[in-house]
Each structure stands twice: as C-alpha cells, then as structure tokens.
C-alpha cells in the first residue's frame, strides 16, 4: 500500500500506528505540507482536500481521512482489531477517537493557523494559547471519560490498544509538540505511556520519519 | 431511545435525520445551548464534553459523538443501510462524512466562535467569514469527489442515502443558515435537495424542532 503523508502531520501518524499495530507493509510518500505540496495538481488528483494522509491500496482509488482508512483497515485485515467487538464499546471506542480526530485536531492543522494568522491578524501567542486550548480540551474530555467509565482499563477501552488509543496518542504527540504539560492529565498520560512503549507506536512517532528534525 | 439535543445542533441533526431514516423512536431533550445549559454538572454527568448530541439507549451509559452514535444505529438497526457493503464504498462515504464531521463543522461551532469573539477580538463579520470559509471548503471538498469520483450517484455514493448524505445535509443547513450561497456547488446542491425533498430528512430539520424561531 502507498501511504500520502508527511512526517508531522498527526493524522497521518494515526494511519502509520494502526498499520504498524497489523503488520501492513507499505511505501510512505511524504507530502512536503511546509512547501505547500499538497495544493499542488499533483496532489489534489489524489487527494481533492488538499490534505494527508491518503491511502492507495492496489489498484483502486485513493482512500482519504485518517479514521476512515482505519476502518478500512480494520475491516481488510480484522487482526489484531483495533475496535471492540460489542456495538456498544465499539461506539464508546469510536466516540472517543472522534473528540480527537472531529472536535480537537482539526482545529490546529495548518490551514487554521495560517488563517488566524493571515485573517485574523493572531500573533505567535495566540496562536499557541488556541492550539493549546483546543487540544487541552480534547484530553480533558478523554481524561474525564477515563476516569469515570467503567470500561476504562490499561487503556482506552479495556486492556488491549484500539483506535481510541492511537487518537489519544496522536493528541498527546501534538500537546507535547507544543509544550502542553500532558501530565495535568494523569490517566490520559498513563495509557499515552503504556501506548509508546510499544514498537507499533514508538516508530510511528513524528520524529521517526525522514524528513523530520533530529531533535530526539 | 432518548437522544440529548438541540433545534440548532447540526450534529443533532444528522442522529436525527439517521434515526428517521432507520424508523427508530425517540424522546428528545432539548439542551439549551444558547442558555449554557451543556455546562451545567446535570449534563456533564451526561457527557462530559459538555457538547450535544448524546443518546441513552436503554439502561446503557451515554453514547456520543454524533458518528459514533449513528455507526451504533447502523450496527444495532441495519435497515435500510447507511454504509456500502463493501470496504472501499464504506471508506468513501465515511472519508465524504468526515469531511464534514471532522473538517468542517466542529470549525463553527458555538464553543469557537465564542473564542473568536472573547479571545481572538474577531467582530461579526470577521466570524461570519471564518464561518463561511470553513463551510465552504468542505463543500467544496465534497463537491470535487461528486464531480470526479466514479462511484458518485444520485447521491454521494451511488442511488440510496448514505452517512455521508446526512452529513453534507448538516453542512448544506449550517452554510444556509448563515447566509452562503449553496448554488456555488451544484452537484452538491442537486443531492441536498434530493434529500430535503424525503420526509425523514425534512422534519429533521433544524427549524421543525420546538424550541426553534417560526420562520419558515
């Protein structure tokens, strides 16, 4: 499978995790979105939003949107399953992934700060206090639902890593990036930990792809 | 089923429209988001988030998000379908319904314009542009695969509704209410009226609920 994304983009780490997690060989193409190459033609044949991660796997069209393409996943390849198996825990599980992947990331990808920036006339402060508030946000809702539900365990959901899981990570990866205190979130932090100290994730990380800074 | 809500949530609307759809009762309860009423402990305890929708499906915990809680339909009502039946279909109309789910709507809603306007000194026409814009790039999005992709229809996918209907649906009702012009995207304004013109859609509608300005 061919894999459009880019070292720092969160959502592509999303789709690299899940792929890690059931083995799925592929080819990463990194989409230079600090250059601008995903407005290119080039791109946008692909990929009609202008944005990563996509997913081409044998012949057929591009798949877009990260937990979309998880779900193809999932569903092409069941194991290991990265969602329960009841509806109800699947819902819970998809719920969660959603706080992160529809409600908090989407608010700090580039074409929002270049917007606050540009339209909005945001100095660099501000910019920083809205990503913060944002993904802030999004882990205080995880962190409350882990404390209270009765299906929180090692992780997310139980005792096994599911698409929640890589969501919170990727939120987590993105707080850290711009120098939130994860730890104000303990049982968030405690599965984010429990999650990168496996391979499946570590090697997922940002800083673990060509092209990214050797700040590590 | 008694499903949290209210007359002006767009993601509201999309659990309605679905359940509509799939012949499924409910009581709904009008949040009042205008009176802060999300925030208040009552509805934490409900869904921490403090975001609507949210629905109680017998004695189990609250579900939420509002495509997590239409998979859970899917998943516990299959008829009449709302995804595919194959993968690459489902990843098409759930990546079409994340474009608006995730890209486009959570942009708009109250929590950020209230932002904007407290933190970020944007005025009404400086929201009303934000607003606009983000809407539109997810029509516009959509509008590129209905044009290009193979498998578009009547409707995104194919000639029955889909997921991905619903949610351009929201987007088409949220672009409206604030005064954009749909008729900029014609393919995708020939499927919302396709869906506006069926009964489960149309007293879906934000402005058929109670609660709602007698304007139409």
Not at 9 to 33: C, F, P, Q, W, Y
Not at 40 to 54: D, M, S
């Amino acid at each position: 499978m061919k894999l459009f994304g880019f070292w720092r983009s969160l959502a592509t780490l999303r789709v690299r995790i899940a792929m890690n997690l059931k083995g799925i060989e592929r080819d990463e193409v990194m989409v230079d979105l600090m250059a601008g190459a995903q407005h290119a033609a080039e791109f946008r044949a692909i990929n009609p939003q202008g944005v990563v991660p996509a997913l081409i796997d044998g012949d057929g069209p591009p798949l877009f949107q990260s937990l979309a393409i998880i779900e193809y996943l999932e569903e092409r390849f069941p194991q290991p399953p990265l969602l329960p198996a009841d509806p109800r825990g699947r819902a819970r599980v998809r719920g969660l992934a959603q706080v992160v992947a529809c409600d908090a990331h989407p608010l700090i990808v580039p074409r929002v700060r270049e917007y606050l920036e540009r339209d909005l006339d945001a100095d660099e402060s501000q910019r920083l206090a809205w990503i913060r508030h944002w993904l802030g946000e999004g882990l205080r809702t995880i962190e409350a639902h882990l404390e209270d539900d009765a299906d929180s365990g090692a992780y997310c959901h139980g005792d096994t890593a599911t698409v929640a899981d890589i969501c919170l990570v990727s939120l987590a990866v993105g707080y850290r990036f711009f120098e939130g205190r994860l730890e104000e979130f303990p049982n968030a932090a405690a599965v984010v930990e429990r999650c990168m100290a496996q391979d499946a994730f570590e090697r997922a990380h940002p800083l673990r792809q060509p092209g990214a800074p050797h700040t590590r």
